[in-house]
């Protein structure tokens, strides 16, 4: 049962993750979060955990919240935004409209579903 209450929150921000539909072509809407989920980790955790796997981030403070910025310094692909809330943080993702697909999205839902775990 013990084992069963650990994994819950894992359980929650993987089908959270999945019931994200993947948007392709122009018509992407970059002011709505490609992802918007909720982890019982640190921002900073989080942060070395994405930047352990994706190439190319760029990590900068604003306020109490970590920024990433992931891809090219001309042409970002995403920007992570991790806000503290309690003891874990709010994860939200943003893929500007045009932007490069490097690293392909499903890569980059993969690796914030277990960075957020």
């Known amino acids: ?26 018509a992407r809407d970059a002011s709505v979060p490609l992802l918007y989920v909720s982890s019982q980790r640190a921002p900073a955790s989080i942060a070395q955990c994405l930047k352990d ?14 920024e990433l ?20 943080s709010v994860i939200k993702v943003m893929r500007p409209a045009n932007a490069p697909d490097d690293p392909p999205e499903e890569e980059m839902r993969f690796d914030i579903a277990r960075c957020a775990t």
Not at 69 to 88: E, I, R
């Open 53 to 66: 796997r994706l190439p190319r981030v760029r990590t900068s403070q604003v306020g109490s919240a970590t």
């Open 69 to 88: 910025a992931v891809g090219s310094d001309s042409n970002n692909s995403y920007f992570v935004t991790l806000t503290p809330l309690n003891a874990g």
């Open 1 to 26: 049962m013990k084992r069963l209450l650990l994994l819950a929150p894992a359980v929650a921000v993987i089908a959270a993750l999945a019931a994200c539909g993947t948007s392709r072509g122009p």
